[in-house]
C-alpha cells in the first residue's frame, strides 16, 4: 500500500514536471529570456532522476523531446532537448551517486565545449546548409555593416571622418572573418566553463530546497589555480608562438585560445582571493564586496591586477600559507 502511494506521488511529480518543463522549454524561444531560461531548462528533469528511478526520468525526457519537437524549428528543437537529456542525466547521476561537485563541474563543461563543436561543425551545416567558414563571414559582414552604420550616424552629428576613423577602423579589424575564427574556441571553452559553473550552483540550490541530499557546491573563495596547470599554459603559448612564426597550422588559434582561457582562469582566482580575504579577514558584507570586485573590475589596471594575483597565488597559495600559520599559532 505504502509503494502504491509511493507511486502514485511519484507519477503525481513526474507529470508537475513534464508541466513545468513544457513552460520551460516554451519560453527558451523567446530571445530575450532565453539566457536564463536555459539555466533551469535541466531541473525538472534532474529532480525526478535524483528522487525516483531512471524510468521516470525516461518518461520526463521522451515528453520533453514531443514538446521541443512540436514548439520550435528543427535545429533549435534538437539542440535544446541535448542539453536536457544530456547535462540532466551527468547532474542526476552525479548528484544521485555523491560524485564530488568539481568533477561534474568538469564533465559538464566539456560536453559544453564538445556540444558546441557539434553545433558549428556539424548541425548548422545540416540544418541551415552552411558551414563553419561561412557563418564566420556571414557575422563579420553583420558587424562590418553595424560599424559603418554607427559612422554614418557620427558623420551625421557632425563628428570629423579623421576622428571617426581613429575611433572606429579598429573594429573592423577586432570583427574580422580571421579575429572571430581565432576568438571563438576561447569564448566556446570560457562560456562553457561558466556555463557549468552556474548550472552545478543553480540545481544544487534547487535540491536543496527541495529537501533532497546534495554534495557541497564549489566554494568561490577556494578557487585555486595549481601551478602545474600554469606551466601547460606556458607550453601551450609558447606552441602557438613557435606553430605561428612558422606558418604552421593553427598557431594564432592556439595562442589566442591560451591566453584568453588562462587570463580568464586567473582573474577568476585573483578575484577569489581578494573575495576570500575580504570575507574572512575584513569581514565586509556581500552586497559592499560585489560593489567594491565590479567597481575595481571595470578599471583595466586593477583587473590586471586581479590576474597577477592569480598568477602569484598559483605557486604561492596564500590561504593554504594563512591557514598553516593559523595552525601553527595554535
Given at each position: 500500500m505504502q509503494e502504491?502511494?509511493?507511486?502514485?506521488k511519484g507519477l503525481?511529480?513526474?507529470?508537475?514536471?513534464?508541466?513545468i518543463l513544457s513552460i520551460l522549454i516554451y519560453l527558451s524561444t523567446s530571445v530575450p529570456l532565453n539566457l536564463i531560461i536555459n539555466f533551469v531548462l535541466p531541473l525538472p528533469a534532474v529532480y525526478v532522476y535524483v528522487k525516483y528511478d531512471f524510468k521516470y526520468f525516461?518518461?520526463?525526457?521522451?515528453?520533453?523531446?514531443?514538446?521541443?519537437?512540436?514548439?520550435?524549428?528543427?535545429?533549435?528543437?534538437?539542440?535544446?532537448?541535448?542539453?536536457?537529456?544530456?547535462?540532466?542525466?551527468?547532474?542526476?547521476?552525479?548528484?544521485?551517486?555523491?560524485?564530488?561537485?568539481?568533477?561534474?563541474?568538469?564533465?559538464?563543461?566539456?560536453?559544453?565545449?564538445?556540444?558546441?563543436?557539434?553545433?558549428?561543425?556539424?548541425?548548422i551545416n545540416i540544418f541551415i546548409g552552411i558551414d563553419y567558414s561561412t557563418l564566420l563571414e556571414s557575422i563579420s559582414k553583420m558587424f562590418q555593416h553595424t560599424i559603418d552604420d554607427v559612422k554614418t550616424i557620427y558623420l551625421n552629428n557632425g563628428?570629423?571622418?579623421?576622428?571617426?576613423?581613429?575611433?572606429?577602423?579598429?573594429?573592423?579589424?577586432v570583427f574580422s572573418k580571421e579575429a572571430l575564427r581565432n576568438l571563438i574556441p576561447s569564448l566556446i571553452i570560457v562560456g562553457s566553463a561558466v556555463y557549468a559553473y552556474i548550472e552545478c550552483a543553480i540545481t544544487i540550490y534547487f535540491l536543496r530546497r527541495m529537501k533532497l541530499q546534495v554534495p557541497k557546491m564549489i566554494q568561490f573563495t577556494k578557487i585555486h589555480m595549481p601551478n602545474?596547470?600554469?606551466a601547460f599554459g606556458i607550453i601551450g603559448i609558447s606552441i602557438g608562438i613557435i606553430m605561428d612564426s612558422f606558418n604552421i597550422g593553427p598557431g594564432d588559434i592556439i595562442y589566442t585560445t591560451v591566453m584568453i582561457v588562462g587570463d580568464g582562469a586567473l582573474l577568476i582566482c585573483g578575484i577569489s582571493l581578494i573575495v576570500s580575504v575580504l570575507k574572512n579577514r575584513v569581514h565586509i558584507n556581500n552586497a559592499l564586496m560585489t560593489i567594491i570586485?565590479?567597481?575595481?573590475?571595470?578599471?583595466?589596471?586593477?583587473?590586471?591586477?586581479?590576474i597577477f594575483?592569480?598568477?602569484?597565488?598559483?605557486f604561492v597559495d596564500f590561504r593554504k600559507v594563512a591557514y598553516n600559520n593559523s595552525i601553527n599559532k595554535k
Open positions: 502504491k502511494n509511493f507511486n502514485k503525481i511529480e513526474m507529470g508537475s514536471s513534464v508541466v525516461g518518461a520526463l525526457l521522451l515528453a520533453a523531446f514531443i514538446v521541443c519537437m512540436a514548439s520550435m524549428d528543427m535545429t533549435s528543437a534538437i539542440s535544446i532537448f541535448i542539453i536536457i537529456a544530456v547535462i540532466s542525466t551527468i547532474l542526476g547521476y552525479c548528484i544521485k551517486n555523491k560524485v564530488k561537485t568539481s568533477i561534474t563541474f568538469a564533465i559538464i563543461s566539456v560536453v559544453y565545449i564538445v556540444f558546441w563543436i557539434i553545433y558549428f561543425t556539424v548541425l563628428m570629423s571622418q579623421s576622428q571617426i576613423n581613429s575611433v572606429i577602423d579598429p573594429l573592423k579589424d602545474v596547470l600554469v570586485i565590479i567597481l575595481t573590475l571595470i578599471i583595466p589596471i586593477t583587473a590586471y591586477g586581479y594575483l592569480g598568477l602569484v597565488d598559483a
